[in-house]
């Protein structure tokens, strides 16, 4: 994607006032600079999904959630592969998945505020904000590693939002097509509207089983990819070295029992992060996303 300009960037629909601005209200240049820097990369997408008369307030890196067993697998990287922007609008957040950088992998979502219970933001070293809904399960979702000013912003600008925001039909985070903006059905891996194709759990759990790295090659996340490629690479060496030496007449049935459990952990926490890629609906390539006339 060509270089997106600080002045196309301050053509979107912006509310500088509360953009540019710490969560007193302050202005500041270096805000301003931020702001910008993380809308730059998303400025197609949000062309296409925004809405007629909706404003953006604030925007800000975070991560989906993320359990601990995920966390215990992958290490800090997990961060990286749960990476989205956060984007509060006057009528609703919206999240955009990245990868490494701020740079979109072309998932859109919406959560309307009127759906919302409460948004409590929290942390202490990285900020977290903990959605609570009122109906459509689940109960609850948690997005974490959000800067400090940031969820200050967050936390200081959403109750009142909440109080003036509308429900949606779905009750809960719901994904749009990243080209027309139309609402995604579930499981269903095409646009009803404009028919952009999706990435499937189908093809995700099916590369992700037979070949190393498939999955997250497929879903677009090549270092992953090649991190999985090295990581049952070793595994593979280290049983055919241990059942050379059963060959030779030397024990090794126990370690190699033991390979092979963290071969298949391996290999499972793969196909499992790929079908959940997959269901963030990621787009096939195509066109490039251009944005509706506003």
């Known amino acids: 994607m060509a270089e997106i300009s600080r002045a196309e960037i301050l053509n979107l629909p912006i509310d500088r006032q509360a953009c540019f601005a710490d969560h007193q209200g302050r ?27 909706e404003t953006i307030l604030c925007s800000a890196k975070a991560s989906t959630e993320i359990n601990p067993i995920e966390h215990l697998l992958t290490g800090w990287a997990i961060y990286y592969l749960k990476a989205c922007v956060m984007v509060a609008t006057s009528q609703r957040l919206l999240c955009f998945r990245t990868y490494a950088r701020g740079r979109p992998n072309g998932s859109v979502s919406q959560i309307a505020y009127g759906d919302l ?42 109750p009142d939002l909440l109080k003036a925001g509308q429900p949606s039909p779905e009750g809960r985070r719901w994904h749009l097509c990243p080209r027309c903006a139309a609402a995604l059905l579930r499981d269903r891996f095409s646009c009803p509207s404009c028919q952009l194709a999706f990435k499937t759990l189908e093809k995700a759990t099916r590369r992700a089983l037979l070949l190393p790295g498939g999955g997250y090659f497929y879903t677009g996340h090549k270092w992953f990819g090649v991190r999985e490629v090295l990581a049952e690479g070793l595994f593979v060496i280290f049983i055919l070295m241990m059942l050379m030496e059963m060959a030779m007449g030397k024990p090794g049935l126990p370690a190699d029992l033991v390979f092979l459990a963290l071969l298949g952990l391996l290999k499972l926490q ?23 006339g506003r």
Do not use: C, H
């Open 270 to 292: 793969a196909v499992v992060q790929a079908r959940r890629l997959a269901r963030e609906y990621l787009p096939e390539p195509a066109e490039p996303v251009r944005g509706r």
């Open 27 to 53: 202005q500041s240049d270096k805000i301003q600079a931020a702001q910008t820097k993380t809308l730059g990369p998303l400025m197609p997408y949000l062309k296409a999904v925004l809405k007629p008369e």
């Open 117 to 158: 219970k409460e948004a409590k933001v929290g942390g202490w070293l990285t900020g977290t904000l903990a959605l609570k809904y009122k109906k459509g399960g689940p109960e609850t979702e948690t997005f974490a590693n959000i800067q400090g000013g940031d969820a200050k912003k967050l936390k200081a600008i959403l």
